[in-house]
């Protein structure tokens, strides 16, 4: 075993974040992404953190629990500190990469949105790849040259995560061509975490946010969420449901089907733990960011929600949340006059 495998069993073993790692060992992230996969081909198994801030941790599997937790990922954890009541994220949905109207120009002005806008959480509501379905259109056909395009031309961004639900076209790779996206990306993009296919629940303090694209033989679960975000009619739309639960069409960020293509920034506020209220804005990127359509919901008022300790919170890790930024040492500060007031 070599010095740095070792070395990097000792960081996974003191519970080290992503760019922590990296930092220490000189490794980019897509790099230690590779390392952590060599790892579990030896019999290593990682148990992986999320946090709304962007950042990931790894830790050593040596329970039982643990090893299910790695194997299972239908349910996710976004985990938030306690102090914060508010949640930004982006919404995405049907890439379809390896399509002749897929907009990689667009994913990279999503990215640079987020970005220039402190958002560290995208939700990507399936069909990352076009599969098997529209090969009249296709410039890559092959099923894995597709999933390898994604892997490598999906935007990177250290301090971003994108949390997903795989759809018909990527399930149509793993039907006819015994291919699985969410597999692979487990292994190589650490930063995109796709439940499963068809359904996804993120869990995000005491609420849930379920991600749903329609599948050949499949059907929408209905957990207890207040917001349940649809991929796959390539367009923007909106519907409460007992003036309690928020359904969100999630429009294409793709030229397929004609629809114009958008992506929606979600803000939303806590109150014990639950979601209140909800800020949407559908955003088309172009040489200048149009904000197309803003509207607020309110979530709560018709909600009964149990009195309960708060669920997915911890101090939050924020060393490299605004690295080799103006602000990342007036953060730092901040950080440390809170963590004293909290000791």
Do not use: W
């Amino acid at each position: 075993m070599s010095e740095q495998t070792i070395q990097l069993l000792h960081l996974l073993k003191e519970g080290k974040t992503c760019n922590e790692i990296c930092s220490i060992l000189g490794l980019s992230n897509k790099q230690l992404f590779n390392n952590l996969t060599n790892l579990k081909n030896k019999g290593f198994l990682v148990k992986t953190k999320y946090y709304a801030n962007g950042i990931i941790s790894y830790q050593n599997a040596k329970t039982v629990n643990a090893i299910n937790h790695v194997q299972s990922q239908r349910n996710l954890n976004i985990i938030t500190s306690r102090e914060e009541t508010e949640f930004k994220s982006l919404l995405i949905s049907d890439l379809h990469f390896g399509n002749r109207l897929e907009r990689l120009d667009l994913l990279d002005k999503a990215f640079e949105y987020c970005i220039n806008n402190g958002i560290h959480i995208i939700f990507c509501c399936g069909d990352l790849i076009d599969g098997t379905l529209l090969q009249e259109n296709q410039n890559i056909k092959d099923t894995y040259m597709q999933i390898e395009h994604f892997v490598k031309h999906y935007p990177f961004d250290k301090n971003i995560l994108t949390f997903g639900v795989a759809g018909n076209h990527d399930i149509s790779a793993l039907r006819d061509n015994g291919q699985n996206i969410v597999e692979i990306l487990k292994n190589y993009r650490h930063d995109i975490i796709i439940g499963s296919y068809n359904n996804t629940i993120v869990n995000i303090k005491n609420d849930k946010i379920l991600l749903y694209h329609n599948i050949i033989g499949g059907k929408i679960i209905l957990p207890d969420a207040p917001i349940i975000l649809h991929g796959h009619p390539h367009k923007y739309g909106i519907d409460i449901q007992e003036e309690s639960t928020l359904q969100i069409l999630v429009p294409s960020l793709s030229d397929i089907n004609h629809s114009l293509p958008t992506a929606v920034e979600m803000n939303l506020q806590f109150k014990k733990g639950y979601i209140e209220l909800v800020y949407l804005k559908q955003i088309f990127f172009e040489s200048k960011n149009y904000i197309l359509s803003e509207i607020k919901y309110d979530l709560l008022k018709n909600r009964n929600v149990p009195i309960r300790s708060i669920d997915n919170e911890e101090a939050m890790k924020v060393e490299h949340l605004l690295e080799n930024s103006k602000e990342y040492e007036k953060e730092k500060e901040l950080f440390i006059l809170k963590k004293k007031k909290l000791n």
